[in-house]
């Protein structure tokens, strides 16, 4: 449990001060976690272009197919594609970890990929400020993987998504060369950017339910609660009424 509190304070510290690294407006996203054809595609697109280096250390396999509809077998055959040292696959019942070591990691990017479980609720604006995370990456020749960042300047992670996405540069306010107004594409991907939009809003929603798988649940037994306690409220009211008839 110490564990848990540790990591979501480092991860809310490191929001905090990467947040205000930059003015860059976000774009709002609106995640529908009852949509559960957006979260799978989300499920399929984390796993094939982000869990090669960030983990989902708090979430399992299992949970995932229940929630989002996928029997256990589909999830196996189509999310699951790490072994342990002993090359035994992955099992369905196990947390959603990668194979990359710290030690490799650090020595490739100069820092271990953060684990992004709770990334959507210990950053501030964390739906919105991934969605335009993802949106934002921008040719720099100047940084180690020949991008950078709108809105996280100077990030150390290259731009995982640039085959769907393709490849954009910045456009800067002529009065300041430091304020990105927008972008303009200069070798597509393989998908347009109204698609490639909603990928990005898939992978942000799977993320969004990673970070609360229960929220789902609690806003539908919510509801029903509500109308008990309102159908509760007025058989209430009407045997006060009955009660109290005869009493003048």
């Known amino acids: 449990m110490r564990k848990i509190i540790f990591i979501a304070f ?7 001060g990467h947040s205000a690294g930059s003015s860059y407006p976000l774009d709002h996203v609106n995640i529908d976690l009852s949509d559960k054809a957006s979260l799978q595609r989300g499920a399929k697109y984390y796993v094939n272009y982000c869990m090669g280096c960030h983990s989902l250390g708090y979430l399992r396999y299992n949970r995932l ?10 999830v196996e055959e189509n999310l699951i594609f790490t072994e342990d040292e002993e090359g035994t696959p992955t099992k369905v019942g196990e947390l959603m970890k990668i194979a990359m070591d710290d ?3 650090e020595k490739t990017f100069g820092v271990v990929p953060p684990d992004l479980t709770l990334f ?10 991934l969605y335009t995370y993802l949106r934002t990456f921008y040719l720099d020749d100047s940084k180690q993987w020949g991008v950078n960042n709108a809105v996280f300047p100077n990030a150390g992670m290259p731009h995982a998504l640039w085959e769907l996405q393709g490849w954009q540069k910045a456009v800067f306010d002529p009065a300041d060369d430091k304020i ?8 597509p991907g393989a998908m347009s950017p109204e698609e ?6 898939d992978i942000t929603g799977f993320l969004a339910y990673a970070a609360e798988p229960a929220k ?7 509801f029903w609660v509500l109308i008990f306690l ?14 109290w008839a005869d009493i003048r």
Do not use: N
């Not at 480092?10 to 905090?16: A, E, K, R, T, V």
């Not at 990105?180 to 070798?187: A, H, R, S, Y």
């Not at 309102?230 to 009660?243: D, G, P």
């Open 180 to 187: 990105i107004t927008g972008f303009e594409l200069v070798k």
């Open 230 to 243: 309102f159908v509760l409220v007025f058989v209430s009211y009407i045997l006060k009424k009955e009660y």
């Open 120 to 129: 959507t609720r210990t950053r501030p604006h964390g739906a919105d400020w």
């Open 103 to 105: 030690f490799y990691a």
């Open 216 to 222: 789902m649940q609690r806003h539908k037994t919510g």
């Open 65 to 74: 197919a229940r929630d989002l509809g996928l029997l256990e077998r589909e």
């Open 196 to 201: 490639y939009d909603q990928v990005v809003k």
């Open 10 to 16: 480092l991860s809310l510290w490191s929001s905090l």
